[in-house]
Structures are given as C-alpha cells and as structure tokens.
C-alpha cells in the first residue's frame, strides 16, 4: 500500500462519524449503497453519513467534477470503502494524484460493520423497487432474485411511439409498452379507469404481477440510432406511476435503465415478445387514487397550510422565458408553486440522474427537495409539463418513503390551457438567485 495512503479500524471510523471535515466514500455500486446486499451483507445499506461514489465512475474523464460536486474536496480527511480492498486502494491513488493528501481504507465494512447492528447505517426505504441488471438476469434465468417473493412477472421496455427502440435491441423476454397505452395523446395525463383496464390486461398485468420497467437514454453527442428513445427512461417511470395509481403492487424500475443493462454485458435480444393477455386486472382502478391530483384539488391545495404544488420544470420554463413545449403556447408557472429545479429542460432530469443514468444518491435528491422549501410530513404534489418529470419526481420521493407524495397530472399543459387560471412570469419577489 502507498505510504501516504493508510488503512483504518472500525472503531476509528465509528469515532470519526459526523466530524467537520470527514467524507467517508462508498465506492461500491450505487444499488449496494441503496440497500442491495450485492455480496452477502449482514446489513443493507451503507454506513451513516456516507456519500456515493462508485469505483466504476473514477473511468470517466469528468469524475473530479463529481466530485466537487459533491462537496468532497483536498482539505478533507477521505476514507474510502468498498468491497475489494484492492479497488479501494486504487481509488484512493487516483485522489492521491489529484491533490487529496489525508487518505484512509477502511477494508473491514462487510466483516465488521454490516454485521454489527450496533453501527449505524442508512438505506433507501423502499429500494427494492429499484433493481439492479443482475436481479433481472437472475429472474430471467429461472432463478429466485433477492426481494422477491411471486410466480409471474412482466418485463416492460417503455418508448413513446418508437417500437423501433425496442426491436434493436431489449432486455431478453421484455414486451414493448408504448406510453400511449397508459395516457391519452391529447391531454398527457393518464387514461380512465376503463381504459387502464384493457391496457393492462392486454399487456398481462394484473394488480398481482410483479412489473419491471425500463427504457432507453439518449446516446452520447446525440447518436442516437432510434430517434426518440431517450423519452424511454423517463417514460418507463411514467409508466410506472400510472400503473402504481391503477393498483398493480409491485412496481419495479431498472436503476439506469437500458443503459445499465449494457454496461453489465448481459446478452441483448430482438425478438419481438407476443403480449400475454391476462383475463381480469383484480382490482376496482384507481386503487391508489391519492397518487394523482387534477385541476380542482390543485387549485385548493395552494390555500392549504398542510400541502405544497411543487415546479419541477427548469428555471427557465418557472420564470416564463419559454414554455418548455412546442405545443404549449403560454409560458410562465403556477402562482403559489414552490420551485424544485430538475434539470436544464423539459426532456431531461439531470439534477436526479448520475452521470451513467443511474438515479441520482438519495441523500442528495431529499437535500435539494428540502432546500426548495419541502418537507416530508405536506402532501407534496409534483407537476411539470405534462406529467413525466413529475411522475419521476414522485417516484423518488415514494422511494424515500415521503409520506405523502402526488402528481399533478395536467401539469402546466391543463393549467394554461385555461385562460382563467392566473399565471405568473419573471423572477419572484425575494426569490434567493445564486
């Protein structure tokens, strides 16, 4: 091991818990740290007050500005951790060579922290309805994944309007779900109870199947071979929504979506997977009404003391210097609505994404929620444009285990369609502009 890089004790990293001036860094997969014992952990999750920073990432060419990002910077005392010691030794080099001087490994997590319940770690609450590659893998291979306790599944690969996505190239067995089948072309916002029914069913879901969604991204420099697909990923959390709000209980979605899968060199197929009907979807739809909002119960919700309308758009769309769409006309936000960036516009999600689409660490998304002025014990209902970022929005809330967390599903869209519903533009007043 270098000289200048040492190896450390539990009980000295347990010491130094909460410290001015410490990052301790997990530096296994971003699942492992939200919970999945990946190499037979005692404990899920990870040590308290970690932050995440999977090995793999330490390849890209940018990593050093994730770091920064994270606030993980030279005068600060780093530990790093993981499942091989020889990984962490050699991440710890590469901060070694970027100036960071005061660098520890701490090899004993699995052998010593995980197994001791008197050490405190943190989890995603509900992280096993976000899954990892090998999960499917196992699942797809006749096997029992950790988690999971059922005898039918359905795999859905989510596109809007774009089979050819799913026919160059899914996830062996998955069927193509078109957003579509879920919500109307019209209004974005989801079908009727009728509708979701047959759309359901003629997928083969019923409330008892298990569903995993996944999607695709849009490749890098814009190289997309399939036009359109990086609606995919968002869309199968759309999708997803729509589906927990109809009833099915066990919706699952690919942390990373297709992009994930490829990484993981798991086998590709492009056959097209005949849909299985099912007879009866089981459940009176909406089984879950509270997931999703309309227009009169929005509109109380900005008198309420016990509920906040969250903005998900991008600053530029909340403060009306675009509407985000070519098919919306009006531009501005919802007077009373509480802004929570997402990202630059209204097709990506950048502030919830890491750079290799997997879902951004969960501390980081709660911090920046709660910074926008939230907090877990309103009921706080996410709108965008049209429902899909607040569909994600949503999603990683529910995930947190927030409580009470909708969408308003008519979003901007239904809102300034009315043109008796007041808007506002511009910065507002007392607004802190960084």
């Not at 509407?323 to 006309?329: P, T």
Request: charged fraction near 20%.
């Amino acid at each position: 091991m270098n000289d200048m890089i040492r190896e450390i004790s539990t009980d000295d990293v347990f010491q130094l818990l909460g410290k001015p001036g410490i990052k301790i860094i997990d530096i296994r997969p971003i699942d492992a740290y939200n919970g999945w014992c990946l190499q037979n952990e005692s404990r899920s999750g990870h040590i308290k007050g970690a932050k995440s920073l999977p090995a793999k990432w330490f390849e890209y060419i940018d990593w050093i500005e994730i770091v920064r990002s994270k606030k993980i910077l030279p005068q600060h005392k780093i530990i790093v951790y993981g499942y091989s010691a020889a990984e962490s030794e050699k991440v710890a080099k590469v901060f070694l060579h970027a100036g960071y001087n005061d660098l520890s490994i701490y090899n004993q997590f699995i052998t010593e922290w995980s197994s001791n319940s008197g050490l405190p770690m943190q989890l995603l609450e509900r992280f096993p309805q976000l899954v990892y590659p090998h999960w499917i893998q196992t699942l797809i291979s006749g096997g029992t994944p950790l988690q999971y306790n059922n005898s039918k599944y359905v795999i859905c690969h989510a596109h809007y309007r774009n089979r050819d996505a799913y026919l160059g190239g899914h996830i062996p067995g998955a069927i193509d779900l078109d957003t579509l089948a879920l919500e109307s072309p019209v209004t974005w916002n989801r079908r009727s109870p009728e509708e979701l029914k047959e759309a359901l069913e003629k997928h083969g879901i019923t409330s008892d199947t298990t569903v995993i969604l996944y999607g695709k991204f849009l490749f890098p420099n814009n190289a997309d071979p399939f036009p359109g697909s990086a609606a995919g990923h968002i869309g199968a959390i759309r999708c997803a929504f729509i589906m927990m709000y109809a009833g099915v209980k066990d919706v699952r979605v690919l942390n990373g979506g297709f992009q994930s899968w490829l990484d993981a060199g798991y086998e590709i197929s492009t056959e097209d997977m005949p849909k299985k009907t099912a007879s009866d979807f089981g459940l009176t739809i909406p089984a879950n009404p509270g997931f999703a909002v309309d227009l009169p119960a929005a509109r109380e919700l900005l008198q309420s003391d016990d509920g906040n309308l969250v903005c998900v758009r991008s600053w530029r769309e909340y403060i009306g210097e675009v509407s985000g769409y070519n098919y919306i006309e009006r531009k501005g936000r919802i007077p009373g609505a509480i802004f929570s960036d997402c990202g630059s516009d209204a097709y990506h999600m950048e502030n919830y994404c890491n750079l290799d689409h997997t879902t951004r660490e969960y501390h980081e998304i709660e911090e920046n929620l709660i910074k926008s002025g939230l907090s877990r014990e309103k009921h706080n209902v996410f709108y965008c444009g049209t429902g899909w970022r607040g569909s994600e929005a949503f999603y990683n809330a529910w995930l947190m285990g927030w409580p009470r967390v909708s969408v308003y599903d008519g979003g901007w869209f239904e809102w300034s369609s009315d043109p008796n519903n007041p808007i506002e533009t511009g910065i507002p007043s007392g607004y802190p502009v960084s």
